[in-house]
C-alpha cells in the first residue's frame, strides 16, 4: 500500500509531463523483473523492499491505466468501458486465489513469482499501444495526434477542443485549480470506499468467526463469485445510473448493511449471512466508480495526476482500516468493529450529497 501511495503520486505525474505510453507499457516489465526477483530472496527485508517496488509499479496502474482507457473511449458508452477493469480486476483476483488455494507446494517464492506470467503477458499486448491522441493535442502535437485517431478510429472521428498545455503538469493544480472541490472529492469517495473493503477482505476468517460464521474453501470462493457477480451488477448501474446516483446510493446501501451487521450480531445465522453477502455484493459493484469518476473529473493535462493522486489518498484509508480491524476485533469484538466500520460509507454519503459532480456526458477535454 506504501508503494501504491508513492507511485500514484509520482508516476501519476510523469505521465502528465512526458507521455501515457513510456510510463505504462514499461512499469509491467519492471514487474515482470521483480516478480521474478522474488524468487532469490533470503531475508525478510528484502522481500519487504520487492514488495514495496511492486507497489510503485501497481501504483503506475491505477493512475495511468483508466487515464489511457477513458482518453482512448468514445463519450457513449465510457463509463461501461472503464467499469471493465473492475470486473476484470475481480477475475484476476479469482484466479489468483485459485492458484494459491491449489497449489500443493512448499515454496512460497514460487507462488508469489508466478505473478510475472500474467504482467508478462499484458506487458508484451501494451508494446503496441500508441500513445493517447488526446494527450498528444494537449501537448500541442496536433499532427500526431491526427494520425493516431485516423489509424485507430478513421478519418471520420475527431478530438475534443482543448487548451494546449503551457506548462508542466503539478500536484499543487490539484487544489488550485478551479475545480478543487471535484479534485479532492476523488479522493475523499474512493478514501470512503476502499477501507471497509480492504479490511474486511484482509482479515475475512476472523471476521467470519466473530460472526459465528465457518470459514472454508467453498466459503471463501463462493464469497469471490459474488465479488465478480457483484462487479457485473457495477457495470450495468454504470449504464442506468448517474454519477451521483451511483455514488449516493451505493453509499447508503454498504453503510446500512455493515451498520446491520454490527447491530444484530445476534440474529438468525441466515439474516447475518445475508447481509454479509449483501456488502460482498454490492462493495464490488460500487468499487467500479473508482476507475469511471477520477478520470471523468480531471482535464487531460492534469488527469493522470489527479487519478494518481486520488488512488494515493485511498490507500490511507485502505491502510489505516487494515490495521485498525484486528486490534478492533480483539478489543470490541466483531459487532462493535463493523459499526465502526460503517461510518466510512456514511461519511462518504454525506460527502457525496454535498459535493459529487455529474460527469456521466462529459466531453473530456
Known amino acids: 500500500m506504501i508503494g501504491v501511495f508513492v507511485g500514484g503520486l509520482i508516476f501519476g505525474n510523469l505521465a502528465d509531463r512526458y507521455g501515457r505510453r513510456p510510463v505504462f507499457a514499461w512499469n509491467l516489465f519492471s514487474f515482470v523483473i521483480l516478480s521474478i526477483l522474488q524468487l532469490f530472496v533470503t531475508g525478510v527485508w528484502q522481500l519487504v523492499a520487492l514488495r514495496l517496488a511492486l507497489g510503485l509499479a501497481i501504483g503506475v496502474e491505477y493512475a495511468v491505466g483508466s487515464s489511457v482507457l477513458a482518453e482512448f473511449s468514445r463519450r457513449k458508452g465510457r463509463g461501461m468501458l472503464l467499469g471493465m477493469i473492475s470486473v476484470a480486476w475481480q477475475a484476476g483476483f479469482t484466479i489468483a486465489f485459485l492458484v494459491g488455494s491449489i497449489y500443493d507446494g512448499s515454496d512460497w517464492r514460487l507462488l508469489l513469482a508466478s505473478s510475472a506470467i500474467p504482467a508478462l503477458a499484458v506487458f508484451l499486448i501494451r508494446l503496441r499501444l500508441p500513445e493517447s491522441p488526446m494527450w ?174 486520488s488512488a494515493a489518498v485511498s490507500r490511507i484509508s485502505a491502510a489505516a482500516a487494515v490495521y485498525a480491524l484486528p486490534l478492533l476485533l480483539e478489543t470490541m469484538g466483531a459487532s462493535a468493529a463493523m459499526i465502526i466500520m460503517s461510518v466510512l460509507p456514511a461519511l462518504g454519503l454525506v460527502l457525496s450529497i454535498l459535493l459529487a459532480p455529474e460527469t456521466k456526458n462529459k466531453v473530456l477535454r
Not at 142 to 162: C, K, Y
Not at 282 to 301: G, K, L, M
Open 136 to 309: 498528444l493535442k494537449a501537448q500541442g502535437r496536433i499532427a500526431e495526434a491526427r494520425e493516431i485517431v485516423d489509424r485507430h478510429f478513421g478519418p471520420e472521428f475527431d478530438l475534443p477542443s482543448m487548451a494546449t498545455q503551457q506548462s508542466n503538469a503539478t500536484l499543487r493544480e490539484v487544489f488550485s485549480h478551479k475545480d478543487r472541490w471535484q479534485h479532492i472529492y476523488s479522493g475523499l469517495f474512493w478514501f470512503c470506499q476502499v477501507g471497509p473493503f480492504f479490511a474486511i477482505f484482509t482479515f475475512i476468517t476472523p471476521v467470519f468467526v466473530g460472526l459465528g460464521i465457518e470459514d472454508g474453501l467453498m466459503v471463501d470462493l463462493s464469497l469471490n463469485v459474488v465479488q465478480i457477480l457483484g462487479a457485473v451488477f457495477g457495470v450495468v448501474l454504470l449504464a442506468i445510473l448517474s454519477r451521483r446516483g451511483f455514488v449516493i446510493w451505493t453509499f447508503a446501501v454498504m453503510f446500512a448493511v455493515l451498520l446491520a451487521i454490527g447491530l444484530f450480531p445476534t440474529a438468525p445465522l441466515w439474516v447475518v449471512v445475508a447481509l454479509f453477502g449483501t456488502y460482498m455484493f454490492v462493495a464490488p459493484a460500487a468499487n467500479n466508480i473508482q476507475f469511471v469518476y477520477p478520470p471523468e473529473i480531471f482535464d487531460t493535462r492534469l488527469r493522470a495526476t489527479g487519478v494518481g493522486f
